[in-house]
T-cell receptor, first 116, second 111 residues
Framework: EPEVTQTPSHQVTQMGQEVILRCVPISNHLYFYWYRQILGQKVEFLVS????????KSEIFDDQFSVERPDGSNFTLKIRSTKLEDSAMYFC??????????????FGNGTRLTVT | EDQVTQSPEALRLQEGESSSLNCSYTVSGLRGLFWYRQDPGKGPEFLFTLYSAGEEKEKERLKATLTKKESFLHITAPKPEDSATYLCAVQANTGFQKLVFGTGTRLLVSP
């Protein structure tokens, strides 16, 4: 069964550094998402992306975050200047359609980001 | 603000001991309610989508039901491999790209 692939599985960075988290969504999916889960807390929506632009974002997704689909297969999340509170598991997801009618989100296994 | 509350936080069952997990929600017009399973260190794995009150979905030992205020995930005769965290999420009619998750129920099934 096709799956969402994320790399790296674990990233350690120093505060203030830039990180790029990478994702390969399922090939025929058109909508892409980033969620995050701080240890022991809920999975939280960050951003959705369709047709090469952001379609919706949360309050968490401020100017330090950006997303890009640099080619036909990859989808990236960039955090410009990491803070300690950015430490979390970041999940990429994709779906065939945005409304999710018969088109649920499929999640990758996440990148654990540790900011020291 | 859309909210999802799941109970209990944790549940320990003996193999074969059936039980139910609860998901209460408040949302500004429900577009869909989703159940996911999450194993340690993994991403959420899709189980079910429910759209309207009265709807039921089944998959192996799991059955999900929906009312206007809550959803239940019934686990019949669970096995140790059913041990996982079960997440409930809602999608509203407004801002429909976003899922709002609960904190989940950690289920442990002992042999």
């Amino acid at each position: 069964e096709p799956e969402v692939t994320q790399t790296p599985s674990h990233q350690v960075t120093q505060m203030g550094q830039e990180v790029i988290l990478r994702c390969v969504p399922i090939s025929n999916h058109l909508y892409f998402y980033w969620y995050r889960q701080i240890l022991g807390q809920k999975v939280e929506f960050l951003v959705s992306f369709y047709n090469n632009e952001i379609s919706e974002k949360s309050e968490i997704f401020d100017d330090q975050f950006s997303v890009e689909r640099p080619d036909g297969s990859n989808f990236t999340l960039k955090i410009r200047s990491t803070k300690l509170e950015d430490s979390a598991m970041y999940f990429c997801a994709s779906s065939e359609e945005g409304s999710s009618y018969n088109s649920p989100l499929h999640f990758g296994n996440g990148t654990r980001l540790t900011v020291t | 603000e859309d909210q999802v509350t799941q109970s209990p936080e944790a549940l320990r069952l003996q193999e074969g001991e059936s039980s139910s997990l609860n998901c209460s929600y408040t949302v500004s017009g429900l577009r869909g309610l989703f159940w996911y399973r999450q194993d340690p260190g993994k991403g959420p794995e899709f189980l079910f989508t429910l759209y309207s009150a009265g709807e039921e979905k089944e998959k192996e030992r799991l059955k999900a039901t929906l009312t206007k205020k809550e959803s239940f995930l019934h686990i019949t005769a669970p096995k140790p491999e059913d041990s996982a965290t079960y997440l409930c999420a809602v999608q509203a009619n407004t801002g429909f790209q976003k899922l709002v998750f609960g904190t989940g129920t950690r289920l442990l099934v002992s042999p």
